[in-house]
């Protein structure tokens, strides 16, 4: 499934209608059986241009608690793409800001067009990062990248957004969406209880060790190892063919 931004006016930026309609939207998916995987993109020009600045600032001296009170529920709504049992892919096709880089750090991969511009300027703004982009980003590019994109809150796109670990590739903006969708379609013709249990294998840093690892494997190995989809995965192999998964 590919789910886009839609409000190019504002470069997508997430206001409080698009928030309440992505928590609907992600609260579906995730009891959607049928989803293999989620491609996340903008429409327009922009990826998302982050939170709504509309009112950040609107409320000088405002209490701290009334002000978290509202972060937390929008951080919470936003990022729960991550709860999602399928990989998740954000097609870049614009600038990502703030917010709006959070979210595609949220995602499993990101591809973007070779023009397309990420950055997280909180510190430019007089604002702490928020949206989680403290555990986001150095989760992503590893800490000493993290700390200079965000104590400097400069952009970064291209070739050295690619070698920073910011997106896993880039393509010229008019081949991103068929390449996205390309990769997309070869994430969902693999197992897919083969392909969620490898998901939760690698969620966040991954396992907390070598023991750790070697255990989830010898637990979730011989899971798909009793399902149908083994036996379809070795016929198709004998038979050179492609394998049709049911996930059973």
């Known amino acids: 499934m590919t789910v886009r931004l839609d409000d190019p006016e504002r470069r997508n930026a997430m206001t409080a209608t698009m928030t309440e309609s992505w928590g609907r939207l992600m609260a579906e998916l995730a009891s959607d059986r049928d989803l293999r995987a989620l491609v996340v993109t903008g429409a327009g020009s922009a990826f998302s241009s982050g939170g709504d600045l509309g009112w950040i600032g609107a409320e000088p001296g405002a209490p701290v608690d009334r002000l978290r ?49 990420f950055a997280v300027p909180f510190t430019r703004l007089g604002i702490h990062p928020g949206m989680a982009a403290t555990w986001l980003l150095p989760e992503v590019v590893g800490m000493a990248n993290a700390r200079e994109l965000l104590y400097t809150g400069r952009a970064v796109s291209g070739a050295e957004a690619v070698a920073l670990g910011v997106y896993n590739r880039v393509f010229p903006a008019t081949d ?68 049709r998964f049911t996930g059973r």
């Open 69 to 117: 009170a509202r972060m937390l529920p929008f951080y919470r709504t936003w990022l729960s793409v991550r709860e999602l049992s399928v990989p998740t892919i954000a097609a870049v096709n614009g600038p990502a800001v703030g917010a709006g880089a959070c979210l595609a750090l949220a995602c499993d991969l990101r591809y973007a067009a070779d023009t397309a511009k």
């Open 176 to 243: 991103l969406h068929s390449e996205v969708a390309r990769i997309a379609g070869e994430i969902a013709e693999t197992a897919p209880i083969a392909v969620k249990l490898t998901k939760e294998a690698l969620v966040g840093a991954g396992h907390e060790s070598f023991e750790a690892a070697l255990r989830w494997e010898a637990l979730a190995q011989p899971i798909t190892m009793a399902t149908e989809d083994l036996q379809e995965g070795l016929a198709a192999q004998r038979e050179k063919r492609s394998p």
